[in-house]
T-cell receptor, first 113, second 115 residues
Framework: RKEVEQDPGPFNVPEGATVAFNCTYS??????FFWYRQDCRKEPKLLMS???SGNEDGRFTAQLNRASQYISLLIRDSKLSDSATYLC??????????????FGAGTQVVVTP | EAGVAQSPRYKIIEKRQSVAFWCNPI?????LYWYQQILGQGPKLLIQ????????DSQLPKDRFSAERLKGVDSTLKIQPAKLEDSAVYLC?????????????FGPGTRLTVT
């Protein structure tokens, strides 16, 4: 089983609609979580951190569910410019994984007019 | 503020040849990362430096890959000899843990094709 798993998609979303997707992780002691965005043939860029209480940044909402070991990202009022691959990042928290970063393979989102 | 610089942007080599990539992180960033991203996959961490010391190189294929960051600033990643499966984008990233723990800034990457 991969340490960080994502549905590769693509999620085809009409402009203005809402889309949500998850990222599951296997290490229950993981300490930090992030969502990165990667446009086609570009480098990843930090979208937002994921806090235990959940957090929102404009149209983007991130949630953490430690009991079920997943994080989620919800995009409201989708824009064409939201089309990208969304990568989740999990930071290890056990003695032998402390500070180690694991990227998921990404979820592709395609927003259509 | 200048971003992470990488060169070259593209490289095509034949298998069994050698290649080197260069990275200059954002000024003041103590932590530097090299990632390998194969098409359709997420970035895989190859090596992480804190200043000029190695923090994690557990996924670096040490029989053919090497990396150094001698003065704690810029870094080189070398592959010798290259294999077909090394075709990927090699991303360099840096972070300043004191400001935003684990927020990484990525360079544009070097796209390597091994034929």
């Amino acid at each position: 089983r991969k340490e960080v798993e994502q549905d590769p998609g693509p999620f085809n979303v009409p402009e203005g609609a809402t889309v949500a997707f998850n990222c599951t992780y296997s290490n229950s002691a993981s300490q930090s979580f992030f969502w990165y965005r990667q446009d086609c043939r570009k480098e990843p860029k930090l979208l937002m951190s994921v806090y235990s209480s959940g957090n929102e940044d404009g149209r983007f909402t991130a949630q953490l569910n430690r009991a079920s070991q997943y994080i989620s990202l919800l995009i409201r009022d989708s824009k064409l410019s939201d089309s990208a691959t969304y990568l989740c990042v999990v930071i290890g928290g056990t003695t032998d994984s402390w500070g180690k970063l694991q990227f998921g393979a990404g979820t592709q989102v395609v927003v259509t007019p | 503020e200048a971003g992470v610089a990488q060169s070259p942007r593209y490289k095509i080599i034949e298998k069994r040849q050698s290649v080197a990539f260069w990275c200059n992180p954002i000024s003041g960033h103590a932590t530097l990362y090299w990632y390998q991203q194969i098409l359709g996959q997420g970035p895989k961490l190859l090596i992480q430096f804190q200043n000029n010391g190695v923090v994690d190189d557990s996924q670096l294929p040490k029989d053919r890959f090497s990396a150094e960051r001698l003065k704690g600033v810029d870094s080189t990643l070398k592959i010798q000899p290259a294999k077909l499966e090394d075709s990927a984008v090699y991303l360099c990233a840096s972070s300043h843990r004191g400001v935003s723990l684990y927020e990484q800034y990525f360079g544009p990457g070097t796209r390597l094709t091994v034929t």
